[in-house]
């Protein structure tokens, strides 16, 4: 059987860990003998329309295998979304036009929901058209919203981050409580899905222990109910630690701190509910504040990474190839919790037509019955996706990470304009 090439692309917001699937998918085309030349798109798929390849095999081992430890994207990302294929099929097609010029029969996109719904539309089209293509979605969010995996690539590292700086600037505020800062609020991303706001309950476990609380987009924001809560820990504590989701909602719908406007793929941009929800502090309460946004830092904290993370991370990227190559299309790999003490997991193939355009919540049953903090169930849940370390090799006291030739691949196709 001839071989073919492959075609790898980064999608959405990066992780501390997305290159680690990089590194996976990288290092199994390597090892195949039914996969030629590895080429990445430059920026995502923005990069397959516009014929912007990366030839990754003018990559060192070496440099691919540095990729498991560094954060960022490699080959670029981008926030593009595909229009919809009934109506502006010409971009579909264009992608199978560059597939077809550069001989790729194997498509590994990485990313979320969105570019899970992309790759199992490019997956159809390709049918349709009669070119034979192998389409694998690689999962990665830090959001933790996938469908059927048991949880996304990237979470774990970013769970534990948030867990981290909550207790680290828990003991801050202790310290100071008492002639300064009686309220501290992080505000963590979360549009839709609170798990990120949950991983920051990890911080402590016990009467009185902050996170004091926690405001989830998947309860509605009371803010009377709110205000009393911050004022009896302050009352019984001396201060307040809040983690905040930046999709905190009133009961309507409406987010705390709507932008008013939409990004491209048709979310709604929020404008920072921290210092929204600090406003309401002062104003209600009268009491001194600091408030932080997590922001970049959460996801490109890979000197904090899980080592549960990182490992899932690879090993979704190398069962991509797996799969492929075994022939199963439109495929994503999915991470199965196979015990919880101790805990073990395996990666078993979910269909596309399952993930695509779907959204994992937080259970209610995760969430305390007064919707301000974790469940032990949650708990449970959450523990073992941030344990381990893997720290990247260090130099003069900063982290090294990979660096890449990022070679060129020649155009064969006239111009595409987006």
Known sequence: MAQKNAFYAQSGGVTAVINASACGVAEACRNSNQIGKLYAGHNGIIGALTEDL?????????AITALRHTPGGAFGSCRYKLKDIETHRTQYERLIEVFKAHDIGYFFYNGGGDSADTCLKVSQLSEKLGYPLTAIHVPKTVDNDLPITDNSPGFGSVAKYIATSTR?????????????TKVFILEVMGRHAGWIAAAGALAGNGEGEPPHLIIFPEIAFDREAVMARVEESVTRYGYCVIVVSEGARYEDGTFLADAGNTDAFGHRQLGGVAPTLAGMVK??????????????????????????DVEQAYAVGQKAV???????????PAIKRVSEDPYEWQIEPAPLAEVANQEKFMPRDFIREDGFGITDTCRRYLLPLIQGEDFPPFDDGLPRFAK?????????????TL
């Open 168 to 180: 680290e600037a828990a003991l801050d505020i202790a310290s100071m409580c008492a002639t300064s």
């Open 322 to 332: 797996e799969l492929a190559i075994a022939g199963q299309n439109a495929m994503m």
């Open 283 to 308: 104003q209600d309460l009268g009491y001194k504040y600091h408030w932080a946004v997590a922001d970049y830092l959460q996801r490109a904290a890979r000197h904090l990474a899980s080592k549960t």
């Open 404 to 416: 890449l030739k990022l070679v060129k691949v020649e155009r064969k196709l006239p111009e595409f």
């Open 54 to 62: 990366i030839d990754v095999s003018q990559e060192t081992d070496e």
